[in-house]
């Protein structure tokens, strides 16, 4: 019982720290690309390229905890799995991108970090999707000399 609490106060934290990082990220450039500007493709790879580190970043913070959590005895990966930071970061991809390969899986407490890995993975991914949208017809109405 002690894991699973464990498990979720820290998936919690990490969810937290995620949405707050893509929260400021996404602000940041919306902000910044609210002034005019004479083309849209510049704007749109800063964009894109801000909002994809910004996913890695995630992904490697979820990495990161992975890691701790084996150290501290609050679970571990197993499977196709050789305890390096490559295993927790491929583990932490798959799981954030709700791809699930299943090659490595989690035990303990890891499997409750992992659920809400996925959940706030798909969140995040779709509220990317959305921003580039709203980005792209922002951007695209000001190229034309429209407003929004």
């Given at each position: 019982?002690?894991?699973?609490?464990?498990?979720?106060?820290?998936?919690?934290?990490?969810?937290?720290?995620?949405?707050?990082?893509?929260?400021?990220?996404?602000?940041?450039?919306s902000l910044h690309f609210s002034k005019p500007k004479p083309t849209i493709k510049r704007p749109?790879?800063?964009?894109?390229?801000?909002?994809?580190?910004?996913?890695?970043?995630?992904?490697?913070?979820?990495?990161?905890?992975?890691?701790?959590?084996?150290?501290?005895?609050?679970?571990?990966?197993?499977?196709?799995?050789?305890?390096?930071?490559?295993?927790?970061f491929y583990f932490s991809i798959a799981t954030y991108s709700t791809l699930g390969i299943g090659?490595?899986?989690?035990?303990?407490?890891?499997?409750?970090?992992?659920?809400?890995?996925?959940?706030?993975?798909?969140?995040?991914?779709?509220?990317?999707?959305?921003?580039?949208?709203?980005?792209?017809?922002?951007?695209?109405?000001?190229?034309?000399?429209?407003?929004?």
């Amino acid at each position: 019982m002690g894991q699973i609490v464990a498990g979720i106060a820290i998936s919690f934290g990490l969810v937290a720290a995620s949405l707050y990082l893509h929260f400021r990220v996404l602000r940041a450039m919306s902000l910044h690309f609210s002034k005019p500007k004479p083309t849209i493709k510049r704007p749109m790879m800063m964009v894109m390229t801000a909002i994809f580190l910004t996913h890695v970043a995630e992904i490697a913070l979820f990495a990161v905890a992975y890691s701790i959590m084996g150290f501290a005895g609050l679970g571990q990966l197993s499977g196709a799995y050789h305890s390096t930071p490559v295993d927790y970061f491929y583990f932490s991809i798959a799981t954030y991108s709700t791809l699930g390969i299943g090659d490595i899986f989690p035990d303990g407490a890891m499997r409750m970090v992992a659920g809400i890995e996925a959940l706030a993975g798909l969140l995040l991914i779709a509220w990317s999707a959305s921003f580039t949208y709203l980005m792209m017809e922002r951007l695209w109405a000001k190229e034309n000399g429209e407003e929004t």
